[in-house]
């Protein structure tokens, strides 16, 4: 059975691959292992040395702490089969404390601006 602490690095290891949109096997290429090595660090069913930790932190563009933190940070939406991660960043706490403070009314008016944005910026790709 995987160590737990190989599991959360694993799983911080796929929400971070995911969020920079790279497949295990462009990750596994750019480290210089196979995407099945890649897959097998994620699933926690083989250990991550600390070199090639620090090379994943490399090619991710991430703080090697994030490997750590047990999935805080990350929040997993799913609806409807499709997945969506976030990072959580310091603007996202910040809308969070915002939108918290809102009537449900308000509530409802900042997501429908948020989806008129989120609808012109893929209008301008």
Known sequence: M????????GHNLRMLRKLRGISQAALGQMIGVSGQMIQKYETGQSQVSSK??????????????QFFDGGEGFVDLSEDGATY?????????????????????DKDRLIAMANVLSSLKKDKS
Not at 85 to 105: G, M
């Open 2 to 9: 995987p160590d737990t602490d190989f599991l959360n690095i």
């Open 52 to 65: 090639m930790l620090h090379l994943l932190a490399e090619k991710l563009n991430a703080d090697i702490r």
């Open 85 to 105: 991660e976030v990072e959580v960043d310091d603007r996202i706490k910040d809308l969070i404390k915002v939108y918290s403070q809102l009537s449900n009314d």
